[in-house]
Structure formats: C-alpha cells, structure tokens
C-alpha cells in the first residue's frame, strides 16, 4: 500500500476527483450569477436606473463584444426582447430564483458526489485492510491484539472517509479564491500586496508549526487508544482468572494508570491547540493592520487614493477565511496522513501471503500430490531454540504415518509445518517437486484436513461450523426474482467500484463433491457419517431432541415427528413403559403439570401467557372470576401460605431451600406469618382484598405429583379443567397467537422434538423413567428412520461465541468432524485427541484409519501417546527436533532404542 | 399418600424419633419421592451409598452375594427403612434392594439431610442422642456376652 494517503487517494479516484473539480468550476458561474443578480434587481428593477433613458430596454441580448482586438466591432446574433420596468423585475427577481436553485442544485450535487467517493474510498480501505489481515503470516497473531485490529479497520480509519472528498478540491478551490482576492489587492496597490503576501507567508509557515506538537500528541492519542481497546478485550478474555485469582483491582490499577496517561495525552492536546489557535488569530489580525498602518500612510501623504484602499481593505475581507480554512485544511491533512501511515504500518507484516494463493479456483481444486518431502527444514522459536533441527523426511500423503515422540521432540511443530500453521526458518517442503508454501490455499483447503489441540469454532450453528472447510468457492449462485436480481447487482457494480470482490454471500458455497456427495439433498447423511466418526452423533441428537421445528417450513418432518407421537403412545400402553409418562388429555387434570399449566393446556408464545406473566394476565383474572376459581385458588393459596410458613419459619433467609422449595421467597416470608397470625385461623373470608391477589397467584406453580401437599382432589380437578376450557373458549381473537394448545393431532411448533413426541409429562418419582423413556423414543425414531432427521434439527444449534455453548469434549470433536466432512487426501491430527478418554481417542482413531483406508487416503497422525502408533503402517521417531527412526511397527520394534523405549513408556 | 403421613413413617426411623414434627415435615417435603417397578434395583451392594430410603408401600427383598449367588435374607415392606448410615457416614452398601412389588419410597439425601442439620443444630444432638443410646445399648450387650462367656 501507498505510504502516502494521497497517492493512494489519486491512484483510486482520479476520475471522480476531476469530475468533482469541474463540477466546482462550473458552480462558480452561478454562484457569480446568484451575487450578481440582486445588484441589478435593485438598480435597474426597482430604482429604475437603466429606465431613465427609455421606457424599456433590451432584455437577452446575445452579441460577442470584439472591441478588445478590433475596436468597435460588436457582432450581434440577436437584439433581446424589449421589457418595461415592472417586466423587467419580474424577469430579474426568477432569474434570481432560479440561479439560486441551480446553485443549491449545485451544491447538492457536489456533496453527493463528494460523500460517496468518501465513502467509497473508505470501503476501499477497510476491505484492502482487512484482506490483508487474512493474508498476515500466522505468527504475525502472536503479537497483535485482536481488539486493536478491529479498532483500527473499524474506528481509526473513519475520518479518512470524511477527507477524502475535500482532498483536492478543498485546496484548488479555496487556493482559487485566495489567489483572486491577492490579484486583486495587487492591481490596486503593489506595495501593499506584497505585504499582504509577506504576512501570509509568515502565517503559514509558523501556524503548522505551532500545530506540530498537536499532531505529535494526536498520534499519541490514537496509540494509546487502540492499546485501551486492547486491554478492555484482554479483561473479557480473561475475566474468569480475574476473578480466580481475586486480581480486579490490579487490572483497575492498570486501567486507571492508562486512563491517566490518556488523559494527560488529551489535555496537552488541548492545550497545544490552543496556543495554536491563538497565534492564529494574532497573526490573521496582523495584516488588516498593516493595511491600516501603510494603507493610511499613503493616504495621508496622497500617494494613494482613499478609495483604493477600501478597496484593498474590502478584497482581504475576502481572504482569512479561505486561508483559515486551508490552514485548517492542512492541518486535517497531517492529521489523517499520520493516522493512515499508523494504520498502514500494523498492515504490512513481514512474509504476507501473496494475493495469488488466495485466488478464488474456476472449478474442482486439483488434488495435492503424491509425495511429500521435506529437507532441512529448521523452525526457531524467535531465533533462538530450534524446534525442528535440520529435519528431512519424505513422506507418501496416501500412505497412514504415526509420529511419536518425547514432549520436547518436535513432532507438534511437524504437524503446524504440515498444515502451513508455522513457517520454516529454512529448508524446503515440496509436494512432488513444487514448493508446498507456494501452492494456493484452496488446493490445502480442499485436499488436506490439518486438526490442532484446540478447535476454534464460530458463532453459528453447528451445521455451518461443520460445513466450514467446504466453502471453498460458490457452487451454485443464489436464485433471486427480478426485483432483487436488479438490486443486487447494483450492488456488485458498486462493490467492484470500491475494490471489493462482487461474490455473494448468498450463493451456495457448499462444495458437496468434496463431502462426497451430489446436492444439497444428499449431505445429510454426509454428514451424520462425519458426526459418527466423532462420536459427535448422540450429542447432536440430543440437542435435536431439544430443538424447534416450524411445521410452516419443515410441514413433511412435522407429519412424520406426529407419527413419532402415536407410535410412541402405543409403546406406552405397554406394561413396561406403564405409568411413566402422564399424557395431556383435554378431559383430564394433569397431575404432573402445575396448575398454571392446567389452566394454559398449551406452550406459551411469546411473553403474554409465559411463566409468571400468566398469573399477571387480566384475561386470565377474568376467567378465574367468571368459573369462581379464584376464590379456590385463593383457598389453596392460604393451604400453601400454611404450609410454608410452618416448614421454613426458623430457617436462615439465605438458606438454598428457599429458592428451590418455598412457594413463598425468604424476603416476603414474615409478612405472610404476620398475615396468617393476623387472621388467627378464620377463614379466606376474612382476607383482605389486595392479600387475597397474592395468595391467589400462589399455587399456581403448584405440581401435585411432586409437592404433595394434597390439595388438589376430584372435584377440583373438575373445576380447574371448566376453567381450562371456558379460558380456551373465550379466548379474544388478538390473544390467539399467544398460546398453541396441547391437540394430539396437531404439531406444535413453539415446543421442542422432544415435547412433540412426548406429548405429556414424565411422571414424577419414577424410577429412571427419563432414561427409560429416552431409550423408547430413540427407538420409536429408529424404527421409523427419523434418526437422521433429528440429528438436522440438531445441527442448527448455535453453539455460541468460540463454541463456547458446548463442552469443550464436542468442540474439539466438531473441530475434528470439519476436517473429515471433506474427506482429505491428507488429514494431520495433531494431538487432537489428546482431550478424550483413553477408549473413545483410540476408538476415533480406528474410524479416521478405517475411512482413510477404505478411500486410500493419508494420515499423519501425532500422537499424544505412544500406544497409539500401534495400528500405523508406518512410524516416524522423533527426538529434539529431528526423525531418529522410522519404519513399520515390527521393524521397529526389532531395532529397539527410542521406539522400544517409548512405547514402554506409554 | 400424603405430607402428613410420610412424615408419620419418618418418625418411626430410630435416629429420627426424637427430632421435631416440623422439621421433619420440612425434610419430607425437600424430599423425592421415587417408585420402583418390580425388579428394579434400588441400590447394589458394594456401590458406594448416599441416600437413605424410607418405603411408603410395596415390598422389596434384602439380596446379599454369596460364593453360591445371590440369596434373598429378608424382606422389606411399608414402614422398613435402610441407608439410614449411609447418610452419616460414608459406606458401601452390605446388601442389594430389589422391588419384589411395585415399591414407593421417600428418598433423603445426605445433601438435603446434612443442610438441614447445619440450619437446625438440635436436629443434631437430638440424632447424637439417639446414636448414644445404642452405643450403650450395644456396649451392655457387649459386656453381658463377655460376661456370659
């Protein structure tokens, strides 16, 4: 990139920046026009100066005066209409109009113009910026803060945008205006333009200056606040240590001391600024003195008339500004100029990567290579320790390699070297003869898997994090109507203008050959195989059975999931499964759903019926008051107030019980005994109004089944289920959204797969009955083949920030089916495994080789134990950084040394 | 069955007895309430043990492992408890508890049993009590065989 910001600015928008400039040029006229007009609006039009001769005057008269070259010729093409006064001020004052919308037309225009060249200039930078943030070699990221990346490619270059659009037009044109009212004060009076120029010149080479110090600080400025962005970033990294190690108040002390250091750094600035600004003035005020002062003195003594120094006076009213505002110019020009060459100088990383090997392929990327060979190689640890010493070996990348080795041997570097992760100092890595660092990454991308300790996954669904490695180029581009289509490709048009690539998020960039597959129709199975490799595939069917389906967009796995249901409910009529699970029945009070839940019969959608909104809802109220229910939830509500007074009384308010057993929180405890001690055992009758609300609202989280306290008999089921069908019967039409009732016919998009099949209530108290039941409906969706089906629900959980919305067992294992999805010519599993049990990295093993076999493709797989070497056709013996043995197991072995020694070890 | 009831039966467990009606009511209610169908294992012998069951209803059968297999010794049924040790201190389970009949049971915990013990301190003496008596009902017993030999 250009070190200086203009060159850049030149080189991307010279055809926009004359345009602008002409534009200027041309405004000029009318702005001329729109000063001079109302001087003969007044004169002519309404002091009737030119209708002292004659009634009326020529008016357009067209003619090119020659009289400059040939004295007297005038060459008239038309001789004008003829208007009396009053005509002619009507024509002046829409002339006046008119120049006066042109030249706002004008100035629109010109700042349009201007503010998108800006901003596409800026566009330009931000992409250029971050395109090479993806080619920065990988050490770079060691010692760049991520935070402060961000803060420069998003904050530090935004008043270049601002800039932009006055970078040359700003001086040209100021400079213009300067540069007339400076002739003009030099036709009048010589002497005194030359002092007009002398102090001008002063004041601007002291002013910029003065401000030298204010950019200086300002870079400062700009430093240390990047590095706060980095800091504030590095405490939400690290919060939990934080908070560990008891450490918030020395990170406060580190905040406050950089705050400070800012602070100072501001308010030098200010300081700075000022004297700047004052000088300014002082200076700006020095030459009408001048004027004063030598302009009188000729005046007096009569070597110069009175009126032209006026006149002089006059035209330099006309300069400060345009100076000031080039000064000022000017100043905004160093400024963003140090700000661009900051931001430029964090850009450009030694050993960036080409642009080439991040060129996007036409087709299918071509296949690796056979053999791999490395000789020499050496990588150092910033010079000093040498953690690949001198190391050669050749390699086949169909052919399955352990490599062993002592936690100091190298052989994790081996696998980075392998997957371009690390750089060698020196020495060469060849595929078949050509420099593996110069092959284009989508020929790595596709056709070698490379798997680390740690995963990193992105915020986004599993699927996505899953189908990552195979978005290597659009396959098939988006289909959009017209309308769309129109707009999008504007877009494209304007991306290309800016420098941006004109590729579509929205095509489908899912290369489904790679995964083995021949359309979107047939990757799920792909991807299930992936999963299972893994043992990835029980978890994401458990998120699947705690997923969501919309039966508007999925309406064929709504149906089938409704099957689900009734061939689960035929399962539960069996002796075996009796009495495990309560179904929802419309005609029956469910004794394992709290009252609240009686009453609804339903999932609640949105916040209006949900949790303890309900008991809130007037509608509600209004049901409880006309079925009479409220006065027995009220008596139950007393029962409940009873019981809990009596079982938590004594116990310590900040006792865990409260929260997980009372009805009634330890805060509210006391009033309530107070209430009850008040009523001395009389009845609900003798509850107060407002007292009788609260204890309304209490049992409705009140599950018989679980809390026993007896309070639900026969007829009272048959009054809450009256009340359940007078609320779903009344139901006002603009709360029909707002709940989805139980219907065993119907599928409920607003409740889980799990609750869908279900369709009722583990019974409490039952021995592993959630275990049991969990087995039936894995079962019941075997038998119908909906394995599959809930594992795609289950790939559209989000598994958060870093993945960190799953254990960190499945992100290492989603990391490891990412690179298997795409079936690798060669995957490197470097110590991947080493998270796992002891049973489940072996059994992962065993699937990688027997896949890899099945499709003669390579594995280099580093292992994090020795034993793990066993089942390889080859391995590779490492020792401080360099192959001490290498060869078949049994060979190997019959050697001895190292290997023997190791694999005793493990 | 109700609160009211199971708070009858706890009554009826030694270490229990002499605790208060309202504590215990509040040890029932935190309580779980589990039921086992016929067959099920409660608990196995030689698992390490937690939790004391108090049964509510049904019958289950005392299992213990002999070189010959596994022989039932006794039967349990409504008002029976065991693992009432268990919660005080940690041993493994000498006998493995099978459903003979659908079989209900209140589960306590030693978490439930120990946070409630820390909130009621004469929950303790009153259990420590208890515990005293038998020491000394075993020590007399004791000194008479003693005696007797």
């Known amino acids: 990139m250009e070190r200086s910001l203009f060159s850049y600015i030149w080189r991307h928008s010279r055809p926009e920046q004359v345009v602008i400039l002409l534009l200027v040029v041309l405004a000029q006229i009318f702005y001329f026009m729109s000063l001079t007009v109302p001087k003969s609006v007044i004169n002519n039009g309404i002091q009737g100066n030119a209708f002292k001769d004659s009634k009326t005057i020529p008016f357009l008269v067209w003619e090119l005066d020659l009289s400059a070259v040939f004295p007297g010729r005038v060459i008239r093409f038309f001789d004008g209409f003829q208007v009396d006064q009053l005509q002619y001020l009507v024509v002046m004052s829409f002339v006046f109009l008119g120049a006066v919308v042109v030249n706002g037309l004008f100035k629109k225009t010109i700042n349009t113009q201007k503010g998108r060249m800006g901003e596409r200039m800026l566009r330009r930078l931000r992409y250029e910026l971050y395109d090479r943030i993806l080619r920065f070699p990988p050490a770079h990221f060691r010692k760049v803060k991520q935070a402060e990346l961000a803060t420069m490619v998003k904050d530090e270059v935004e008043p270049l945008g601002g800039f932009i659009g006055d970078a040359f037009v700003q001086p040209m044109f100021l400079g213009g ?30 002013i910029p200056r003065l401000r030298k110090p204010v950019l200086v600080l300002g870079r400062q400025r700009q430093i240390s606040a990047r590095q706060l962005a980095g800091r504030i970033a590095e405490t939400a990294d690290g919060v939990h240590e934080i908070h560990i190690h008891g450490a918030a108040n020395y990170e406060r002390a580190d905040i406050s001391e950089r705050l400070g250091l800012i602070f100072k750094i501001r308010f030098d600035l ?74 430029i100088d964090q850009f450009q990383p030694e050993g960036m990567m080409p642009p080439e090997l991040q060129a996007i392929p036409d087709g299918p990327p071509p296949p690796l290579g056979k053999e791999l060979a490395l000789a020499g190689v050496v990588v150092t640890e910033d010079g000093r320790v040498k953690q690949l010493d001198n190391l050669s070996l050749t ?235 409220d006065v027995d939830l009220q008596r139950m509500g007393l029962s409940i107030a009873e019981t809990m007074v009596e079982l938590f009384s004594g116990l310590s308010p900040d006792n865990p019980l409260f929260e997980q057993y009372s009805f009634i929180s330890a805060d509210e405890l006391p009033n309530v005994r107070l209430l009850l001690q008040r009523l001395g055992g009389k009845g609900i009758e003798a509850v107060p109004e407002a007292d009788r609300i609260r204890l309304m609202t209490l049992p409705f989280r009140y599950i018989e089944a679980r809390h026993r306290l007896g309070l639900i008999d026969a007829a009272m089921e048959e009054r809450i289920l009256g009340a359940r069908r007078a609320f779903a019967e009344g139901l006002p ?174 | 069955m109700n609160l009211n009831e199971e708070v009858e039966l706890l009554k009826g467990v030694p270490i229990f007895s002499k605790v208060e009606q309202a504590r215990l009511k509040l040890l029932a209610f935190t309580s779980e309430r589990v039921n086992f169908g016929v067959g099920q294992e409660v608990c196995h012998q030689g698992d390490p043990g937690d939790t004391m069951y108090v049964i509510l209803g049904g019958t289950a059968d005392v299992l213990i492992d002999t070189p010959s297999g596994q022989i039932s010794v006794a039967e349990m049924k409504r008002n029976s408890f065991f693992g009432e040790i268990a919660i005080l201190c940690d041993v493994p389970r000498t006998a493995t508890i099978k459903a003979k009949e659908p079989l209900a049971t209140l589960k306590i915990t030693k978490d439930m049993f120990y946070r409630l013990v820390a909130e009621f301190p004469e929950m303790a003496i009153e259990i420590m009590r208890e515990l005293a008596h038998r020491l000394e009902d075993t020590n007399q017993k004791l000194r008479a065989a003693t005696r007797a030999a």
């Open chain 1, 395 to 629: 390699l086949q990348t169909s052919s399955r390699v352990a490599v062993i080795g002592g936690s100091g041997s190298g052989k994790d570097v081996l696998g980075q070297v392998l997957a371009r992760q690390t750089l060698p100092a020196s020495g060469s890595v060849r595929v078949d003869g050509k420099d593996f660092f110069q092959l284009p990454e989508y020929v790595i991308g596709a056709r070698l898997a490379y798997v680390g300790q740690d995963t990193y996954l992105f915020p986004l669904s599993v699927r996505d994090n899953l189908l990552f490695g195979l978005k290597l180029r659009p396959v098939a581009p988006a289909s959009y109507d017209e309308a769309t289509k129109a707009v999008r490709e504007t877009f494209w048009k304007e991306s290309v203008r800016a420098g941006n690539p004109a590729f579509d998020p929205n095509a489908d960039w899912v290369d489904y050959e790679l995964a083995g597959a021949t359309g979107p129709a047939d990757l799920l199975p792909c991807m299930v195989r992936a999963l299972k490799q893994v043992e990835l595939d029980e978890d994401i069917y458990s998120l699947g059975l705690r997923g969501t389906v919309d039966a508007a967009q999925r309406p064929d796995l709504a149906e089938k999931i409704l099957k689900a249901r009734h061939t689960l409910h035929e399962h539960l009529q069996d002796g075996t499964y009796a009495g495990l699970v309560e179904p929802f029945n419309d005609d029956h009070y469910n004794k394992n759903l709290s009252v609240a839940e009686n009453l609804l019969f339903g999932t609640a959608l949105g916040k209006q019926f949900d949790g303890d909104n309900l008991a809130a809802d007037p509608y509600v109220m209004s049901v409880l008051r006309k079925t009479g229910l």
């Open chain 1, 733 to 906: 039409a603009n709360l029909r959204d707002a709940v989805e009732f139980y219907d065993f016919e119907r599928y409920n998009s607003a409740a889980t797969l799990q609750d869908n099949i279900l369709f009722g209530r583990l019974v409490y108290g039952q021995a592993q009955a959630g275990e049991r039941i969990g087995t039936l409906i894995a079962q019941v969706f075997d038998e119908l083949g909906l394995r599959d089906s809930v594992i795609e629900v289950g790939l559209e959980y989000n598994v958060g920030v870093g993945g960190k919305r799953l254990p960190a067992s499945q992100r290492q294992k989603l990391g490891i089916a990412r690179a298997l999805i795409k079936r690798p010519q060669l995957v490197v599993v470097n110590e991947a495994v080493a998270m796992f049990d002891g049973r489940t990295q072996d059994r992962i093993r065993d699937n990688i080789l027997a896949d890899a076999s099945e499709r003669a493709s390579g594995v280099f797989w580093i292992a994090n134990r020795p034993s793990q070497a066993e089942p390889f056709e080859q391995v590779v013996v490492m020792q401080g950084g360099r192959v001490v043995a290498q060869g078949s197991p049994s060979e190997l072995a019959a050697r001895g040394g190292l290997y023997t020694e190791l694999m005793a070890s493990a």
């Open chain 1, 270 to 343: 200010y300081q700075k600024k000022f004297v700047a600004k004052f000088w300014n003035n002082i200076l700006s005020q020095a030459t009408p003195f001048a004027i004063y002062l030598v302009g009188g003195y000729f005046a007096i003594t009569g070597q110069m008339d009175v009126g032209a120094v006026v006149g002089v006076l006059l035209a330099y009213k006309d300069l400060p500004s345009p100076i000031k505002e080039l000064i000022d110019w000017d100043q905004q020009r160093q400024d963003v100029q140090i700000k661009y060459e900051q931001v």
């Open chain 1, 177 to 206: 205006q300067a540069l007339t009212a400076i002739i003009f004060i030099m036709m009048q009076n010589w002497l005194l333009g030359i002092i007009v120029i002398v102090l001008l010149a002063v004041q601007m080479s002291i």
